[in-house]
């Protein structure tokens, strides 16, 4: 039976692991090398690194991280931030990531999608969805949640998948770094749209939350940062509860 | 030597990672005389079957795979290309296995992505591995059950999570991500 996956994520800024709430007020959470490492430990099911301040500066600090992280562990991890071009995902495919995660720039030119996908396979590509709730409908956010798009997260994520995105990334912004909970709304609307895996993110504050974005929605996965990174919860911990409640984990 | 194919499909370098890790040394190339010449090949592969098929052939390195006496282990499209013909843009393969590589129906979530058990394991590249065992799978496309079939894997249907003729295996998983079980299929390939 396949099972669900936890995955820590890490947001890395100028090299550092960082957490921030409602994507502002931006805190350091440490060295992503060891944080890969204890994850590992964990029993992490899979990692997802997404670099918050993307850009052709710290392009080449980003590749020498993706590198040592590749190194360091043996589970997939996705890769995410400024990747823009073909040329940049095989950067980044190359440098060992296992994915790339592509958001802005996939909204601003969805044949992005079309193209990585034709060269690396579509399992290559994960499409990252920021949404928040305006005027009553959940609409997408790109520029790390700054600029409202006028593309509503349902048909955007249909959309994504025809275009030939292996799996979706949904971040709930309302949700994001408030430890309120999985917004299962959102979720369970887009699981139900599409037919590829969608991973939920945004909001997980306790053990139940996982269970809850599990049993009430379609997602194969749920992602979460801070909680794993200050250690008030452990995957190790978070798996044995979720299997203790029904939910088929990887618990070797 | 031990030789990481490298080609316009490949996760060479993560592949290179793990048999790093396992303390083994080996080197990532595409020149078809150290290929031929090695001890051991391992044909990795993410990525899209028809680019893949052209550029080994364009290389000459689709004779050198097919007529490999050394063992060989395929990796995810590794495997499909090492079968026989694959519905990934209707493409000829190298034809190793007698098996035909279909596209997942929508019955469930395609591609097939995470953590799966696998059954009906044999074969010495799974020496103390335990049925509950999980591997990591991300694949659109699966070999049909066929005579060279080592392990299964249930995902919408039965499909081959392995396969082994001779002196070539491989794996629809990749082991080089299935954490400590993974490596545990990669050092039994690296022994043999």
Redesign the interface.
């Given at each position: 039976?396949?099972?669900?996956?936890i995955i820590p994520c890490l947001d890395i800024k100028d090299g550092r692991t960082v957490k921030g709430v409602n994507f502002v007020q931006i805190k350091d959470a440490g060295d992503p090398v060891e944080l890969a490492k204890k994850y590992?430990e964990q029993?992490a099911?899979e990692l997802v690194f997404l670099d918050i301040m993307a850009t052709l500066e710290n392009r080449s600090t980003l590749v020498e991280l993706v590198?040592k992280i590749?190194?360091e562990i043996?589970?997939?991890f996705t890769v995410g931030g400024g990747i823009k071009t073909k040329e940049d995902a095989k950067t980044i495919?190359?440098?060992?990531a296992?994915?790339i995660s592509i958001n802005s720039s996939a909204v601003k030119n969805p044949s992005l999608i079309k193209s990585i996908a034709?060269?690396?396979?579509?399992?290559?590509v994960t499409v990252a969805i920021d949404t928040k709730i305006v005027d009553g409908e959940w609409m997408v956010c790109i520029g790390a949640g700054t600029i409202l798009s006028d593309l509503k997260a349902v048909d955007w994520a249909v959309e994504a998948e025809k275009l030939g995105a292996?799996?979706i990334l949904l971040t709930s912004m309302e949700h994001d770094g408030t430890k309120n909970g999985f917004s299962i709304d959102i979720l369970e609307k887009i699981s139900s749209a599409v037919?590829?895996?969608v991973i939920a993110s945004g909001g997980a504050g306790k053990m139940e939350h996982f269970k809850e974005v599990f049993m009430k929605t379609k997602v194969?996965?749920a992602l979460a940062a801070s909680i794993f990174h200050y250690g008030e919860i452990s995957v190790v911990e978070l798996k044995k509860y979720l299997s203790g409640n029904g939910v088929p984990v990887?618990l070797? | 030597m031990i030789v990481i194919l490298k080609y316009?499909?490949g996760?060479s370098?993560?592949v290179k990672?793990?048999v790093?890790?396992l303390g083994f040394d080996s080197i990532i190339t595409s020149d078809p005389d150290l290929i031929a010449n090695s001890e051991k090949i391992i044909f990795p592969g993410?990525?899209?079957a028809k680019?893949a098929m052209k550029y080994l052939k364009n290389c000459g390195l689709d004779r050198i795979l097919k007529t490999a006496k050394q063992p060989v282990l395929g990796i995810c499209?590794g495997l499909q290309l090492l079968c026989r013909f694959t519905e990934e843009s209707d493409t000829e393969c190298l034809g190793v296995f007698d098996s035909i590589v279909k596209k997942f129906p929508?019955k469930d979530?395609?591609?097939?992505?995470?953590?799966?058990?696998i059954n009906n394991i044999k074969g010495e590249i799974f020496k103390d591995i335990k049925k509950?065992?999980?591997f990591?799978f991300?694949?659109?496309y699966y070999a049909e059950v066929n005579s060279s079939t080592v392990a299964t894997c249930?995902?919408i249907l039965p499909f081959s999570a392995a396969l082994q003729k001779n002196n070539f295996f491989a794996t629809q998983f990749?082991p080089?991500?299935?954490?400590?079980?993974?490596?545990l299929i990669l050092k039994n390939f690296l022994s043999l």
């Open positions: 039976m396949l099972k669900k996956r590992v029993n099911d590198k590749a190194k043996n589970i997939p495919i190359e440098a060992g296992d994915k034709g060269e690396f396979g579509c399992q290559c292996g799996e037919n590829i895996p194969g996965a990887r070797v | 316009n499909a996760n370098t993560s990672n793990a790093d890790r993410v990525g899209q680019s499209l929508k979530r395609v591609p097939h992505i995470g953590w799966n058990n509950e065992d999980d990591y991300v694949h659109s249930d995902y990749h080089e991500k299935s954490g400590k079980v993974g490596e």
